[in-house]
């Protein structure tokens, strides 16, 4: 049994790279896992998700207890024999999702009861349970369950939220070692809470460092705060983490999120960006995203990036894309999102590259002057 | 320039092997050909599709004329190069869609005057503009404009539009001759009309003959009057055409269909099933086509074809499809239309072996009681 290893390869400023060694193989870091919520990665099949070159994916809890559930998951022999993908995955809890979908929430101490959106079933999810469905799941990365407050609470609530995230992650630590997961090579992470209070990320910090985990995510951020104010937090947070542990950035985000976030030391993300956007007709270029429906690519017989190595790319023009988007058709949603995974991960490799090569400060600055520049000028 | 032409390898009753030699490849007769209405087989890769097995694809004139517009197609490079598919693509003349999907559609000898179900724009489509449009979109095989009338109409109504679409497929022939289209080695068919009445079907044959085309269509059918008029149908009218061309049954059709047709000397194919089937949660299997929704695949393991060699197959259960396929999942239709097209394209193979083995009549008898017989099982 390959046990769940970390080993730092360079670092440059804060950033670091390095790989991941877990039993279904091997993650570069900084990695950035493509989100496959119902057991699919949207409208990509998984050796064309693995082809753009992701490591882990990450499917989603809350969707997947509902439909088809974890119970019948388990019995069709795990996610990743359901889905047809042998490499990692990392779920998370259930906690975001089913703050933000599902409909008559009530929490306490216990845990947090709801009603499901598709079908207005009764579920409970606790730390254990979330536990629980992880492991039925064959999840290979467990996240701790925790509390979200929205970004409106006061210091107070999110003080209270943060507190009872940290009970839960001890609770989530127990109901994680006694399911036998770590045993069998599966690894368990912590979830930082505090919002935007540098006090309130210590202790929090403080309190999953006592506990342990096999790696740590910053919660919380990307909930609509902005991107100053996350950075704001991923100046100091990241450094009350665990330097010898993979930091998880969760939910991020934006190319420039991306880029800035490993800068501060962040070394896994994960985003519906790339795939959410490539079935509404959005694609990543070096120069800033292009909405593809937009007139002036009507005859556009350009690639979507000229430089960009992916298969979509080698064979169709922007004036094609243009046609399939707004026609609706389910090609389009396929190229497109394609086309936003190989974007992804080939900024991923770039950014692994930079930090090996000592060149991460130059790389950001060229990036974000072009990124930025660019969509600046397509907003004019 | 490698002309069109059509060697027939062995028959086998009325039935006959072969292979169509064009400027874009061969094509294997008797053959199936995915429709790709709108520049795409909805849901698959070119790629995927030609890994089915397919030959060539169809295009629609009415849909590709109206978006993204023949000429823009032609300013593109093309249907073949906009699309990303080098083999043959046969377009139909516009003629069905036109009298079927159109508003205040107004027809009178010149051509038929509409406006647009997407926009509302007004278009005319004449024989000339039809071969025009074929020419632009750069098609291998390009049919003749012909009129249809409802399967309600009296028999003085079917014998007017077929008399008028004979007339039509004079001028389509010239207008094709003037394009230079031939002379760039695409090929030109006829098509048959004459609703389910022998004598019209003999008149329209002599008139088509007469003419001469490059192959001949059998229309008019599949437009509900139900396997056995077809049949009757095509018990004689392949008889009624050029022996040494190609005879290509339009809209055709359920699995059962093709090997009846077949025995009858068919040897061409188009039709939505497989693909529509696939985005709607149809799979084909040689035991009948099964609903991959229904409850009693919730847990089964099995693929959705034990004996099918595609790729859906060897990877996926019917229980991850139908999980796909419940959420409304794009990789449930990717799927599903993949497996569906592979299940053509191995029927078509397997007639073409029977043929070639002289054994279609066993293997025809076989086939039916077999998907036939698991047909009623599923509806009992």
Not at 183 to 199: K, N, P
Not at 224 to 229: K, L, R, S, V, W
Not at 344 to 368: C, N, V
Request: proline share 4%; net charge neutral; with cysteine.
């Amino acid at each position: 049994m390959t046990r769940f290893d970390f080993s730092i390869h360079a670092t440059d400023g804060k950033a670091r790279t390095g790989r991941i060694t877990m039993r279904r193989g091997e993650i570069r870091t900084p990695a950035f896992m493509p989100v496959g919520t119902a057991a699919t990665v949207k409208a990509v099949k998984p050796a064309d998700v693995r082809a753009a070159g992701a490591d882990i994916i990450l499917g989603n809890t809350y969707h997947l207890m509902l439909r088809p559930g974890a119970e019948r998951v388990a019995r069709l022999g795990g996610l990743h024999r359901f889905m047809g993908w042998d490499r990692p995955i990392l779920t998370d809890s259930g906690g975001y999702q089913v703050m933000s979908l599902s409909d008559l929430t009530t929490r306490n101490e216990e845990g947090v009861a709801f009603k499901s959106h598709l079908d207005g079933s009764r579920h409970l999810l606790t730390p254990e349970r979330s536990m629980e469905i992880q492991r039925l799941l064959g999840s290979d990365i467990v996240m701790a369950f925790d509390e979200l407050v929205p970004t409106t609470a006061t210091r107070e609530e999110q003080a209270a939220a943060m507190a009872r995230s940290m009970r839960w992650a001890k609770r989530s630590r127990t109901g994680f070692d006694a399911g036998g997961a770590h045993a069998e090579g599966a690894a368990l992470f912590g979830i930082q809470q505090g919002a935007l209070d540098e006090a309130l990320r210590r202790e929090s910090a403080d309190a999953l460092l006592d506990i342990g985990f096999d790696g740590y995510a910053v919660g919380g951020l990307a909930v609509g705060e902005g991107q100053d104010a996350m950075f704001g937090v991923l100046d100091y947070a990241p450094g009350q983490l665990d330097p010898a542990k993979p930091r998880y950035l969760m939910g991020v985000g934006k190319p420039d999120d991306i880029v800035g976030a490993v800068e501060r030391g962040i070394d896994m993300f994960d985003c519906v960006l790339p795939t959410r956007s490539g079935r509404t007709g959005q694609a990543f270029t070096r120069d800033g995203p292009i909405n593809i429906k937009n007139a002036r690519f009507a005859e556009d017989q350009e690639p979507i990036a000229p430089e960009c190595a992916c298969p979509v790319c080698a064979t169709w023009t922007r004036a094609y894309l243009h046609h399939l988007v707004r026609s609706g058709e389910i090609l389009g949603a396929m190229l497109m999102t394609e086309h936003n995974l190989w974007f992804y991960q080939t900024l991923m490799q770039d950014l692994r590259d930079a930090i090996a090569a000592q060149q991460l400060s130059g790389f950001a600055s060229a990036f974000r002057a072009r990124y930025g520049q660019a969509s600046a000028r397509a907003a004019g």
